[in-house]
């Protein structure tokens, strides 16, 4: 039972957030100058595009966008990811989607708490991509038992965070006083720390098991390893990097530039070299892992959608067998998505795509007889009923495994035997994880269900 003294999870998501954005900025320079050049981009895209610009208007994206943001973190045991569940929880951030990253030689598996409702996501979608090493991975037996030792001594979260995630599930939420205590306390779960648990044996033991296995075991915390704005205009942002000085990756992951944005394209500047400190006598050591990342979100797309995409990038990456890595990949990218429907009458019409729909201002006041049963497309035509496409809040798993493999900072390609576990992740996290696609078809089909309403009242 909420008292009026609480603040809204929205509220807690947000003041993270911003908090998460001013670390960021302090511990990663160049995440600074990320933002102002995504910042440019994104004015320059909305000057040159004013239908865009009043879509997004009318939407109530155009607002979200300066502050929509992305991170990811990796953690070491079940313990970890089902305390950081009831952590982003406190703040309205829920599991959805399960990513097996195995298929791509990473040996973790993921979700992305975010917000769920239309109305959170506007208020401020921040997700955090969320990763569990799957120690069982590991081929040494002996290392992964020292692994699991190493992570069983460690404490990620602050004594006072855990008091304040008990009493949020007890009271139903913060007032604003221990909301700001409890975003500082959060704060210190994803904090850089340049000093690591182990000697530099075991970092470079666990290092040769798989990178990402010193990364996820040898610190205090896992340190978030990146922070992602959102542009309008990804070719543009990617563009602008070098002379910035940033060290772009070369191709952006995801669909190709099309009229109609789909799903999610991202590109990274690649991880920064850092100094650490061993423990024991050989204490001088560097880590990469902390990088840049900017995303451009497209339309969501339906389960026939997604299949058409997944087969069309599968086409493109199986030459070769070079993935993206392959020459003139952007050529080919573009070549083969032709054949995925560039228009959004045509995305709707053939079931790929999914969109928010309303009466227009014409629809609002005058709804004809015919109206009531007639096909939305129809009412479209006359122009009483628009259809928004509802933006992908997710991530895409092939995508996922790029920008992880950009970011090691090794060559290495490790083969696994790959295999989903989502029923081992979600026993892990103590929680079923929601399906993505179920949440954009539930969004659709409430908007019509208002038009609907709407209509058969205008006639009643
Ligand atoms: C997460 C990489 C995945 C994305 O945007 O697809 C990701 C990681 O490196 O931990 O953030
Ligand atoms: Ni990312």
Same mark, same amino acid.
Request: glycine fraction near 2%.
């Given at each position: 039972s909420s008292s009026p003294r609480l603040v809204s999870a929205d509220e807690i998501r947000t003041r993270f957030s911003r908090a998460m954005s001013e670390m960021y900025r302090q511990e990663v320079p160049q995440y600074g100058t990320l933002i102002d050049l995504v910042a440019e981009v994104n004015a320059q895209a909305l000057q040159a595009d004013p239908a865009l610009r009043e879509r997004m208007a009318r939407s109530g994206e155009l607002e979200r966008l300066d502050v929509e943001r992305h991170g990811a973190i990796r953690v070491g045991t079940a313990e970890e990811l089902a305390t950081l569940r009831r952590l982003f929880a406190v703040m309205g951030m829920e599991p959805v989607g399960y990513y097996d990253l195995s298929v791509a030689g990473v040996p973790v598996h993921s979700t992305a708490f975010r917000p769920v409702h239309d109305d959170a996501l506007l208020a401020n979608p921040f997700r955090v991509f969320t990763s569990l090493l799957r120690?069982?991975?590991?081929?040494?037996a002996a290392l992964r038992e020292q692994a699991a030792q190493i992570l069983k001594r460690r404490q990620i979260f602050t004594p006072r965070a855990l008091e304040l995630i008990d009493q949020a599930e007890r009271d139903g939420g913060l007032d604003s006083q221990d909301a700001d205590a409890f975003v500082q306390q959060a704060l210190e779960t994803f904090r850089w720390h340049?000093?690591? @648990?182990?000697d530099a044996a075991a970092y470079e033991a666990l290092q040769k098991a798989h990178r990402l296995v010193a990364d996820v075991v040898c610190f205090k915390g896992p340190h978030i390893n990146h922070l992602t704005p959102r542009t309008l205009d990804i070719d543009l942002a990617q563009a602008g990097m070098p002379a910035r000085g940033m060290d772009a990756k070369d191709v952006v992951e995801g669909?190709?530039?099309?009229a109609c944005p789909i799903l999610l394209r991202q590109t990274s500047f690649k991880a920064l070299k850092e100094a650490i400190r061993f423990t024991g006598a050989d204490s001088a050591g560097a880590h990469t892992a902390r990088f840049g990342e900017i995303e451009q979100r497209g339309v969501a797309l339906t389960r026939k959608g997604r299949a058409l995409y997944d087969e069309l990038l599968g086409l493109v990456r199986c030459?070769?067998?070079?993935?993206?890595?392959?020459?003139d990949y952007d050529y080919r990218l573009q070549q083969v998505f032709?054949?995925?429907?560039? @228009?959004h009458e045509e995305l709707r019409n053939q079931g790929l795509a999914f969109y928010r729909y309303s009466l227009t201002e014409q629809g609002q006041a005058r709804s004809p007889q015919?109206?009531?049963?007639?096909d939305l497309e129809e009412l479209i035509a006359q122009g009483l009923v628009e259809a928004e496409p509802i933006t992908y809040e997710d991530f895409l798993p092939v995508s996922a495994a790029g920008i992880f493999q950009s970011n090691l900072g090794g060559e290495e390609q490790k083969q696994y035997q790959a295999h989903a576990a989502q029923q081992v992740f979600e026993s892990a996290l103590g929680a079923r994880v929601h399906d993505e696609i179920a949440l954009y078809e539930a969004a659709q089909q409430q908007s019509m269900a208002r038009v609907r309403t709407a209509l058969a009242g205008a006639l009643a």
């Open positions: 120690l069982e991975l590991i081929a040494d340049s000093d690591a @648990t182990v669909p190709p530039q099309r030459i070769d067998n070079a993935g993206s890595a392959a020459p032709a054949q995925f429907p560039d @228009t015919s109206a009531a049963d007639a």
